[in-house]
């Protein structure tokens, strides 16, 4: 048990009176020292605080101060003392209760490395065989949308020579894409989404992430999310996280409620998409100072890993059912990559990731098997002047 309190101090021009003193050691009866105590001075109170369950307290209080009626039209101790501990907001809580000392470290586990080391960080990424080796990507893919299948595409690439991949994939769902089916069988669908996503884990820098945005098929139970992080895994990947992208728009109709008020099968509702992020080899991704441009406000808001951001709004001017939004792609570029670094998206539709990515002076490829989708990204792309300064 600890000894420690937080004093709260109440000084007085004069010494406590009867009902103050009746009260006091009421409260002391009522409540364990190892709370709260008073200690009571000439012209002072000092209020010893470790522990409390305010809205007990505050009970109790009340009913004391009815019972004296102890109403004094200032100078109320027992007021003064309570909006002193109000207006405490740092404070743990354990069983109930506000913890006022020692809750910071009672959340800190003890001698963190070591057990770290015993028990081993990100095991699954352990026994790798990537190398650090760095290649450039051939000039003639530099900036560049590109109108073919990823999977043959991306073997043209040499090993270990992209910053940055963001992609969203096709999901499967049924959307009306311009040239590939959406709905195909699951193992068909997975084992080509895989072909071409072992492409991007060879193409990927040592230290280079993957970062797949995806919306589960939750409507058929298909986990995509999982499924895709799994085969990352697997392919000893580390899993830097998670951000959930909030759209704030239902996944289903607002009727669709599975079994109507009945446990027997509820139907859950999602106005959330996901960002599965990986790093081939090493969390830390090397770039040099002078080309970072994320502010302070804009890292310490994004590091929060839920973003509120709207659906992309111009689905219809750009004829594409499935866009992400430029908000979302400017933020994982600021966060994740350097000005100057090569961004991939190997699913790039018409061009959103790309468009931010030449807005923020990265260097990019974009690759998507429609070419009526990458002749609207060329032409998104023209309206954005290139910045020669960041992009070579
Ligand atoms: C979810 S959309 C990406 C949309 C993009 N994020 C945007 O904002 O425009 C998926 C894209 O993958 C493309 N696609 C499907 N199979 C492909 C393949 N094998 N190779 C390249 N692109 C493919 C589709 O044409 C579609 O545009």
New binding site residues.
């Given amino acids: 048990m600890t000894e420690k309190y937080k004093i709260i101090e109440e000084n007085l021009n004069r010494t406590l009176n009867s009902t103050e003193l009746a009260i006091i050691n009421e409260l002391e009866r009522r409540f364990p020292r190892t709370d709260f105590f008073f200690e009571v001075e000439s012209s002072k109170v000092l209020f010893h605080l470790h522990s409390i369950d305010l809205s007990d307290f505050k009970k109790n209080l009340q009913e004391l101060m009815g019972r004296y009626k102890y109403f004094p039209a200032d100078d109320n101790i027992f007021l003064d003392i309570l909006s002193k501990i109000e207006n405490i907001k740092s404070y743990g809580i354990k069983a109930g209760k506000r913890l006022y000392v020692d809750y910071d470290k009672e959340r800190k586990v003890l001698n963190r490395k070591q057990k770290i080391l015993q028990r081993g960080m990100y095991f699954y990424a352990l026994n790798n065989d990537f190398t650090r080796e760095v290649n450039e990507v051939p000039q003639e893919f530099i900036n560049k949308i590109i109108c073919?299948?990823?999977?043959?595409?991306l073997k043209k690439l040499p090993n270990n020579c992209i910053d940055l991949i963001f992609?969203?994939?096709?999901?499967n769902f049924g959307?009306g894409?311009?040239?590939?089916p959406?709905g195909i069988d699951w193992n068909r669908y997975f084992d080509?989404l895989f072909a071409?996503f072992k492409e991007c884990i060879r193409v990927l820098k040592f230290g280079g992430r993957i970062i797949v945005?995806v919306q589960p098929l939750f409507s058929d139970y298909i986990p995509i999310h999982h499924i895709i992080s799994n085969f990352f895994i697997e392919n000893k990947l580390i899993w830097k996280g998670e951000i959930l992208w909030d759209k704030h728009n239902y996944n289903c109709k607002y009727t669709a409620w599975g079994s109507w008020k009945s446990p027997s099968n509820p139907y859950l509702k999602y106005t959330w998409e996901f960002l599965e992020i990986f790093c081939k080899g090493d969390l830390k991704h090397e770039g040099s100072k002078d080309r970072i441009d994320i502010t302070a406000d804009e890292f310490k808001e994004w590091t929060y890993a839920k973003w509120d951001i709207a659906p992309?709004r111009n689905m219809k001017k750009?004829d594409?059912?499935?866009?992400?939004?430029e908000e979302l792609?400017r933020r994982v570029l600021k966060l994740f990559s350097f000005k100057g670094d090569v961004v991939l998206?190997?699913?790039?539709?018409?061009?959103?990731?790309t468009v931010v990515a030449r807005k923020l002076g990265r260097r990019y490829i974009g690759?998507?098997?429609?070419p009526k989708?990458c002749e609207i990204?060329l032409k998104r792309l023209k309206e954005i002047p290139l910045c020669l300064d960041e992009i070579s």
């Avoid at 894409?177 to 590939?180: A, L, N, R």
């Avoid at 690759?367 to 429609?370: A, E, F, M, Q, Y």
């Fill in positions: 073919g299948d990823s999977e043959e595409v992609t969203s994939p096709p999901y959307l894409y311009d040239t590939t959406d080509k071409i945005n992309e750009y594409h059912p499935a866009m992400f939004p792609v998206d190997p699913f790039n539709g018409v061009g959103s990731t690759i998507d098997i429609s989708y990204a």
